[in-house]
């Protein structure tokens, strides 16, 4: 890993051996792009500066040949820092308005220093490691008085690149930022496909794939948070890439609310490429001195195709994004209660779960919806964070929990109010939704302002008594609507929604540093909040609602694009559909968990729970928490769905085989990956020995009749 300057032609490159990544200072002080691709060392790129070399030139009066002065500014060149109200109208990467209307900006260098390691963000969550090399580059505006810090980190050879960039407001008078994007990447060539993950509720992270187009692209969240309906990952990869095979460029953005991707083709067939908080709703005004920080954005480069973009994205979330502790070690086989009993639940029922939960191998009871203020139905008690009598007996459950040998977890969602509560009789003002119109109900409840201080405080204290009183180990928190009025609050519109998130951050911040041993996992009805912001904070996220395994084989895939099996909230559940063996196969390749009324099974079922805990226990940390994906067939395309994962030293893997539709006999040999060719192992499959190279070229033999939704979960092994 290098980062280099190179004073002689004004050129940086960021340089491991996944990427290189090149751009220069011209005659102007502009940043401008010239690559991003497979490592290419100290080639020349003196001809790849298209936008210079397509200078035009002209005679001037006195019939001496000059070339066009103002070319920099032109629309072709490959910008580094996209401006805005200039010639180039492909997409800016900041729009500030300034004191008299200028909304001109033209950023020019003025010095960089490169630096081992990487800064914190301060109020935003950002990746870390210690293997880090930063480039900072300070630019000041030609048009103002505004600064911008832009930096580039590198993480050792990870075929990452992490952009982030804060702006100053070096003037004497208030400016407004209506946009401020975390990177822009210009790239010269359009012959992309674009792949994106768009759902929603119990349907999140449906793979599509299509070829880019002229014109411009978005995926987005104006919803208050990243939301089920888009997520905000996306790849640009070669036409014909595969699995293991192609170029391709992803995007990714470590933040949890509004956001926008876009990739704009534009008449030069060159494809832009702009990531950060969606400026809809966005307008953040920046007093003298005043430091706006953007969150960060991640590029990643592959060309070992989307396997690739795959591998170093969950290398990153889990070695350089995930601040936990205990997120790499080995986790305790969770029982949630939500499915079992929803809302309907006493003290006798709960420790009736927790004893029969024991029996079924749980090590960690999480006691879902439900515990607090008067929270029988949906309709009220948010907000009402505390036992209320009657309700429970909390300390009888956890004591229960703990004599039989489990850890105890339970529910929270704090950003939300019912109006059917103590907190909002006693303040109203504590919603969002402007009092003179009728604010818009969803799940009968309200957004709480956690832009507002004294609102995350009254969250942070009311939350603390819960945590100082109880043994709690683990928390799930919750957050079940999308934001819909934004006014109601004291904070200037424009700013209500990128402060609730920085409301939110806190108060996980100021939670998880006062209680470092609780364990969290994060939820938004389901998988509405799946992304890099909430990552930092929750080493695993609910996936979905949806625990039907059939549907769970498409979302699981899907959100394995960007997300590790680690984070993947699975469970098996009490869906009918199959049996519990099936269930627990799919759950596997997550995070694994188990959720139904367990004093309803029978012996049989508790069995086949038990067997599968028994290769939770015994695999799962090394092979699926912190092991290597790949994807062997996918659902999106085929009657099959198939993946595996192969622990760091290729001693062990798991490989998961489902089909939805009946087939009958055929030829069916699945090709495995990530093997050592060299290395023997015995199989559990067919209970034979082959070296890698057998599995990888051949496949194991599934061939067999297979009847609607039979599963397969095969163990590796070094021999
Ligand atoms: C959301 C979650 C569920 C459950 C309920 C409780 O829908 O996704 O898992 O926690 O809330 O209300």
Known sequence: MAITYNAENALFRIENARFSYVFFVNSKGVLQHLYFGKPIGETDLSSADLGWDWSKTYLSADGAEKIYEDNYYNDRSMAEVPSHGLMDKSGAQFVIEKSGGVTATSFVYKKHRIYDGKPKLSALPSTHGDDAQTLEITLDDVYGNERLLLSYTVYGDLGALIRNASIINCGKTEIRVKRAYSLGLDLPRSDFDLMHFHGDWCLERFAERKPLANGRFTVESTMGRSSHEKNPFAVLCDRHATEDTGEA????????????????????????????IC??????????????????????????????????MHDLVRNNLITHKKAKAARPVLFNSWEGCYLDFDTQSILAYAENAAKIGAELFVLDDGWFGKRDTDCSSLGDWFVADGKIDLKKVIDKCHSLGMKFGIWFEPEMINPDSDLYRTHPDYALGDGGYERTLSRHQLVLDTSRKEVADRLFKDMSAILDKYEIDYIKWDHNRNIGEITGSDTPYGEVCHRLILGTYSLLDRLQKKYPEIFFEGCASGGGRFDLGMLYYNPQIWTSDETDPVQRLFIQYGTSYAYPLSVMGSHISKNPITSYTAKGRIALFGTYGIEMNPCLLSESEREEVREV?????????EVIQNGDLYRLASPFE????????VSKDKSKALVLF??????????????????????????????????????????????????????????????
Not at 250 to 273: E, H, I, M, Q
Not at 288 to 308: A, C, H, K, N
Not at 681 to 703: A, E, P, V, W
């Open 658 to 719: 489902a089909n939805v539709l009946k087939e009958n006999n055929r030829y069916r040999f699945i090709k495995l990956k990530g093997l050592d060719p060299d290395k023997r192992y015995s199989n559990s499959h067919d209970g034979k020995i082959h070296d890698g190279r057998y599995y990888m070229q051949i496949g194991l033999n599934f061939t067999a009749w297979l009847e609607e939704f039979t599963t397969f979960l095969v163990v590796l092994e070094e021999a």
């Open 249 to 276: 460029y992803a995007f990714s953005f470590v933040y949890s609310g509004n956001f926008t991707l876009a990739a704009n083709v534009d008449k030069w067939r060159r494809t832009r490429v702009l990531l950060g």
């Open 613 to 621: 805990n028994e290769i939770y226990k015994k695999y799962h940390c």
């Open 638 to 645: 085929g009657n099959y769905t198939s993946m595996m994962s």
């Open 279 to 312: 400026d809809e709703d966005f307008s953040f005004a920046l007093g003298s001195g005043e430091t706006f920080e953007v969150p960060e954005g991640v590029l990643v480069y592959s060309d070992r195709g989307l396997g690739g973009v795959s591998r170093t």
